[in-house]
């Protein structure tokens, strides 16, 4: 549960506060403020783990060269269906709305693409990604690794192998479309960030210690945190799990396969010369236009199907059946009403980040 000090931040003064950050960091203003929409787009979607937190750690990265500002996407291979691109360590904000405008615009064409992106910054929620397919009639199909970070350990050990690796599905519908988006780690990382700022605790089992005793603990994963707000998952010993046991984990290893071994970026594992540097998103994506598979009313068929799962009687008395992507509207339309709710570790270092930068943070 959030603690009672939390701070509502309107969304409307928060996302200028975060672009001017990183203007002042050095991206151009557009840059700048497309990665704050992104962020508060995850921040919208009830997804603190990869909204504005993420500021802190994207400056580090930024004023350590592990992120470039100003990149854009160079062609590796390309056919009229299908493209590997690469994102040379641009961020990920940016460097995914390109990926996705070429896939958009191939499918478009030829009715299906495969775009297989690599050395991406961090692309964050990969939900945004099919909202902008959909958006375009896309279905669209990500699977998503982090080249050079090791966080969560396969089914039956205890030592890192896999990223949290997201899947994430969108199917267009003109009311809003369906987005099934998540990591294939128990919990994303960014959750046990938010925890170890005070925030909703993870539940017990999402890590494990070395010795293979299960921990809901932030410092199984960032070792010690007092005093610090920059969380770095090197000083950790312990790992997260991957959801769902041997399946989960089959999952996880098989976006390393696409996102990782397919598009050339590279999987999880250890650092060359043992030396932490920069961590990559790899992005396997699959564009598939409903028209030209010549499925009859695709959209009445998919409306009438997900009134049928709704009608499910809920397992409990006040319970509802939601489908993919109906808490996150849900969270947008009430967090564009209310604020963002940020712990106050969170927006402190916000402020603590502005300042470094000459910025001046708005009084909340
Ligand atoms: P999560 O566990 O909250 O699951 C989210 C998914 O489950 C959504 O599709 C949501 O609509 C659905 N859902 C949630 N509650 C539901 C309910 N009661 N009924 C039906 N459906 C429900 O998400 P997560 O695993 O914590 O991932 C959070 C975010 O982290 C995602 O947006 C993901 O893309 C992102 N992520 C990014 C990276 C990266 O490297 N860029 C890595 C990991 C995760």
Known sequence: MDSPDVIAVPAATLEPFIAQIFNAA???RDEAECIARHLLSANLAGHDSHGVIRTPRYIFWLQQGFVRAGQTLTIVH??????????NFGFGQRIGELAVDLGIAKAQQHGISVIGLRNSGHAGRIGDWAEQAAGSGLISIHFVNVAGGE????????NRRFSTNPICIGVPLAEGPIILDFAT???????????????KPVPHGALIEPDGTLSSDPRTLY???????????????????AFGEHKGSGLAFMCEILAGCLTGGGTSGPVEGGKRSRIANGMLSIYLQPGSFGAKEFEKSVRDYAAYVKASRPAEAEGEVLLPGEPEARNRAERLARGIPLQPETWAALVETAKSLGVTPPSV
């Open 185 to 199: 780690s128990l919990v994303a990382e960014g959750k046990v960030l938010v925890a170890s700022n005070g925030g």
């Open 78 to 87: 390309e056919t009229p269906t299908h493209a590997i691109v690469d994102g």
């Open 151 to 158: 966080l969560v350990a396969p089914f039956g050990g205890v």
């Open 223 to 241: 070792g010690p945190i007092e005093g610090t707000h920059v969380r770095d998952s090197a000083q950790g010993a312990g790992a997260l799990r």
């Open 26 to 28: 050095g991206c151009q």
